[in-house]
Nanobody, 125 residues
């Protein structure tokens, strides 16, 4: 069993930066890949980024590539999502998720076994 807690969201002006954190419980976290997804009001959940269990493989959605950096600290059971150059369209609830079945990296929500409750990111003009 893995429990996930996201933090770091908030209200930020366009062009600003945020670092989201995803803290996990459970030893399986260290051998699991982790993904970040987001969901804006009235829209489907959207893949943002993922990182393999070792941290060596990272994947980014085209919409955030160049502005987002995903990283993990397995000693702290934490994954981070640094978002720079925030845009109005980045406004959403951001969720982290863990896949115990895919140690690599995947964009597909169905492969993720555990999800956090989300953290709200609001970008203002």
């Amino acid at each position: 069993q893995v429990q996930l807690v996201e933090s770091g969201g908030g209200l930020v002006q366009a062009g600003g930066s945020l670092r989201l954190s995803c803290a996990a419980s459970g030893r399986t976290f260290r051998v699991a890949s982790v993904g970040w997804f987001r969901q804006a009001p009235g829209k489907d959940r959207e893949f943002v980024s993922s990182i393999s269990s070792s941290g060596e493989v990272t994947v980014y959605a085209d919409s955030v590539k160049g502005r987002v950096t995903i990283s993990r600290d397995n000693a702290k059971n934490t994954v981070y999502l640094q978002i720079d150059g925030l845009k109005l369209e980045d406004t959403a609830v951001y969720y982290c998720a863990v896949s115990t079945r895919i140690p690599g990296s995947t964009r597909i929500p169905g492969w993720y076994d555990y999800w956090g409750q989300g953290t709200q990111v609001t970008v203002s003009s």
